[in-house]
């Protein structure tokens, strides 16, 4: 019986061993991905500049965040030049669908309904939607807490996957009094001003906003969607889908992905200099 127990022992080590090598081989061969070129061709790329950490303006003017540096890792593997435009949200998907710029950056969530007008590359990262809150705030501590408060306010950012978050949230009411609509960076400084209760955020930008203002804000551990993907936009049948998909394939090959995601998503880029300072004056809640 010692003998078979033994000899099952030795067998299963094997195993093991022949296991860890084979991953080990096939992660060796691992063939490099062939890169198309794109002999210097000029690809206009919409943002914002306005929604850190993706992409922002510092004190002088100076555009930066994660947009910039992956569209010109990208045009080096792909010989491109990235003409980064700032665009307004409100148009921006319908500018990009018409063909006026060739994609836009700007953190967008891939969705079946934005797939009716734009192709979208392969996903770049996944992301949560959660409540930013103030740090003192002992009203509630979960969504259903919040939910159940009827004089708690929501505010979040326009025509977003944010947005379309807080209507479901509120049981599909788009005009509940609840709901405020406005800017993201103004919602933020209303919840500081003690104008709203939270704001409805993609948990990495809410981070941002947490290190802007140490102490202040925090984050509600219970996320609000499941997790989605964020995409480059493009119009349909754009031939720049296909190139920048193989980009970003050699750049997840090679951890430069995940390198600039922890970066930029982690909390260790530079916040923006343009650090807005809390309201002293009461702000009043404009109407949603």
Known sequence: MKFKNSLWLVMVVLLALVSVSMAQEEEATEEPIVLPDLEGRVITVAVENVYPPFNFLTDDDEPMGWDYDVMAEICERLNCVAELVETSWDGMILSVSTGELDMAANGITITDERKEIVDFSDGYVTLKQVFLVRADEDRFETVEEFLADESLLIGVNPATTNY????????????????????????????????????????????????????????????????????????????????????????????????????????????????????EEPVSTPES
């Open 164 to 279: 379309d978050t807080a209507v479901t949230l509120l049981g599909e009411d788009e005009n509940s009094p609840r709901l405020v609509v406005i800017d993201q960076d103004v919602a933020v400084q209303i919840l500081l001003a003690e104008e709203l209760d939270a704001v409805v955020v993609d948990a990495f930008v809410g981070q941002r906003y947490i290190n802007l203002y140490p102490d202040t804000l925090k984050l509600l551990d219970e996320e609000l969607t499941a997790p989605e993907e964020l995409g480059f936009v493009f119009p349909l049948g754009s031939d720049l889908v296909e190139p920048i998909n193989l980009a970003l394939a050699s750049m997840r090959q090679d951890g430069t992905l995940d390198e600039l995601n922890q970066y930029w998503f982690g909390g260790e880029a530079p916040l923006p200099e343009e650090e807005a300072e809390a309201t």
